[in-house]
Each structure stands twice: as C-alpha cells, then as structure tokens.
C-alpha cells in the first residue's frame, strides 16, 4: 500500500495561490490521488482525484509528473475560510486509503 | 450531492453500555466504511462492508462490531463501552466499481464520550 508525505502544516495569506506537494514514491500501477479537506469537527470533504497530468475543476487544481511519484494541489487565491487539514491519499480502493496527519494549512488576512 | 448522514452528533455513554452508531447514505453506493478519528493518529478504519449483509474487518476492530441490513444503512456498534473508544466516528460511502467510483463522501461525524 502506497503511503504518502506531505508538510505537516503550511501558511499562507488570503489572495495567495496555495501548492501543497505530496510525496508517494511507492505508487501502484492501478493507484489514483485523491485529495480531501477537512475542517474542525466535520467529515473530509474530496476535493479532486487523479491519475496523471492535470485535473482542474472548480476549487482546485492537481498536477501530477509523469513518473506519478509526487502530486501538487493548487489552491488558486486562497480565502480565510480554505483554512483546514488537507490529505493526499493514494490507492484504488476505498478501504486500502491510509489516512496521515495530512497539512495543516493556515490562511492568514 | 451525497448525502452521508450520521444520527448523534454527541453522545455521552457510561462504561459498559452497548452504544449503537447509526448512518444513512442517500446515493445507492455499494460500500460503507466506520472510522474513527483521534488526535495525532489520523482516520483509522474500524469495518467497511461492500454489500448488504457482508463486512469486513478494518485496521482496528477490536471492541466493535458492525450490521448492514439495508443498503443504505451501516450501523457501528460498540458491545461494552470503554473510556479509550471516546473518539470522533466518521461514516463513509462510495459507490464501488472503479477509481473515481472509490471516491469516499464521509458524514459530519459522531463525537462519543464515554465515562
């Protein structure tokens, strides 16, 4: 199983365009990225997968090289309320994800 | 949207008790998972089933049991409540059958204390 390194926390200011890397050198063949956001006292919430190259949609975008053992998410102008845990996870199934301490991202005025 | 709604947001329990977690999904995803989430361990898996009637065993199973009569409902069940079962509870969903179905759509969570 796949397991992934990312910062364990990062700030940034309101306005800003926000990269967090992940690191996952072991990537399986069948393996996707998935990345979550989580806020205090709530469920994470998915906020974009994918398998190579790029994947935009309408809160973030994913770059992912060609030898798939990195990601970057990108958080385009950042506001206060983006401030939350984010987790890179990799697998192909649901129940083989393995959950880290994610980033902490802090946005500041 | 999916919608993966637990019963009790707090819940407080005495030692010993038989609590019982209760979630609903919304979407007709085959697969449901319980988590529990501490400080400093992240999300760790405690069951998932991918059918009605069927489970199968997480990372940490132990103190608790699941049921899955319905495809829609999963309900976690703690047998005898311990003071380190106090945790966050988080249930889960995906529809199953392939990457982007994997896609997990977690509830709002259940904070249990027990005492």
């Known amino acids: 199983l796949a397991k992934t390194t990312q910062p364990i926390s990062m700030d940034s200011y309101e306005g800003q365009e926000v990269n967090i890397t992940c690191s996952h050198n072991n990537i399986a063949t069948n393996d996707y990225i998935t990345w979550y956001q989580q806020f205090p006292s709530q469920g994470p919430r998915f906020i974009i997968q994918?398998?190579?190259?790029?994947v935009t949609n309408e809160v973030a975008s994913l770059f992912i090289p060609a030898d798939r053992k990195s990601s970057t998410l990108s958080l385009p102008r950042v506001s206060l309320s983006d401030t939350a845990v984010y987790y890179c996870?990799?697998?192909?199934?649901?129940?083989?994800?393995?959950w880290g301490a994610g980033t902490k991202l802090i946005i500041k005025p | 949207d999916v919608k993966v709604t637990q019963s009790s947001r707090y819940l407080v329990k005495r030692t010993g008790e038989k609590v019982f977690l209760e979630c609903v999904q919304d979407?007709?995803?085959?697969?449901m998972f319980w988590y529990r989430q501490d400080p400093g361990l992240g999300l760790r898996l405690i069951y998932f089933s991918y059918d009605v009637k069927m489970k199968e065993k997480g990372d940490i199973p132990e103190g608790y049991s699941v049921s899955r009569e319905k495809k829609e409902r999963f309900s976690l069940i703690l047998e005898s409540a311990s003071t380190n079962q106090t945790s966050m509870y988080l249930c889960a969903s995906s529809l199953g059958g392939g990457p982007s179905g994997n896609t997990i759509y977690f509830g709002e969570g259940s904070w249990l204390t027990v005492v």
């Open positions: 996870l990799v697998g192909d199934r649901g129940y083989q994800l393995i």
């Open positions: 979407m007709d995803h085959e697969n």
């Open positions: 994918g398998y190579k190259t790029k």
